[in-house]
Nanobody
Framework: QVQLVESGGGLVQAGGSLTLSCAASGISFIIGTMGWYRQAPGKQRELVATITRFSRTNYADSVEGRFTISRDNAKNTMSLEMNSLKPEDTAVYYC???????????WGQGTQVTVSS
């Protein structure tokens, strides 16, 4: 069974940094695009950043220049380095993995990021 496990969330002051990690296990398929999404209280889940299997990246405008997404295909892992954090970055962050040849997405359970002002 596919399992995505996020780690690295926590409480940080505005202007600080955090790095989130996502590890995939039980994978029986080739992972295609991976991504980070976030959901703040009372808001819809939104895309933060994605990275293709060939490391092409895409970022939400709100995090461009502050966040960096990366992955290791051999280890089925992905990271999100978050710098210059703002209170509005506070949310539960979710790891997502798509299958390279199509099929259902996989999601992690989420990790809380709280940025205090």
């Amino acid at each position: 069974q596919v399992q995505l496990v996020e780690s690295g969330g926590g409480l940080v002051q505005a202007g600080g940094s955090l790095t989130l990690s996502c590890a995939a296990s039980g994978i029986s398929f080739i992972i295609g695009t991976m991504g980070w999404y976030r959901q703040a209280p009372g808001k819809q889940r939104e895309l933060v950043a994605t990275i293709t299997r060939f490391s092409r990246t895409n970022y939400a405008d709100s995090v461009e220049g502050r966040f960096t997404i990366s992955r290791d295909n051999a280890k089925n892992t992905m990271s999100l380095e978050m710098n210059s954090l703002k209170p509005e970055d506070t949310a539960v962050y979710y790891c997502n993995a798509k299958r390279y040849y199509g099929g259902p997405d996989s999601w992690g359970q989420g990790t809380q990021v709280t940025v205090s002002s």
